[in-house]
């Protein structure tokens, strides 16, 4: 999570550091997507409090093979995985349909 808000936070300084001054409209975005960034941070933190008191836990990961993330909700307890989103089956699709690319269209042909 923590990642993911600092990747936030990285993103939002990169905007206005082009070509000399900010012109207005750059000044009101930077501000827009930091007010964003900044709620998103809360409600991250009351999603992160409110699964704590229920003894789950979110955790995201990235798929690199087909480079979609992958939701998991955890039994804290037990470390079991109790959801996934997209399922373990979706995933193993995905990366067959993948290799199935290569096969189905050459792009040398």
């Known amino acids: ?14 905007i206005g ?4 001054k900010n012109s207005q409209g750059q000044i009101e975005r ?15 933190d009351e999603l992160n409090r409110t699964m ?6 979110l955790s995201f990961s990235l798929d690199r093979t087909s480079n979609k993330m992958i939701i998991k909700v955890i039994n804290t307890d ?5 959801r996934q989103i ?17 096969i189905l269209y050459d792009a040398t042909a």
């Open 86 to 102: 997209p399922s373990e089956e979706a995933v193993k699709i995905a990366h067959h349909l993948q290799s199935l690319m290569g």
């Open 52 to 57: 704590g008191s229920t003894g789950t836990k």
């Open 78 to 82: 037990t470390q079991e995985v109790v």
């Open 1 to 14: 999570m923590a990642e993911a808000i600092q990747h936030i936070e990285s993103k939002s300084g990169v």
């Open 30 to 44: 930077e501000t827009a997507e930091r007010e964003r960034n900044t709620r998103l941070r809360e409600v991250i």
């Open 17 to 20: 550091n082009g070509l000399g």
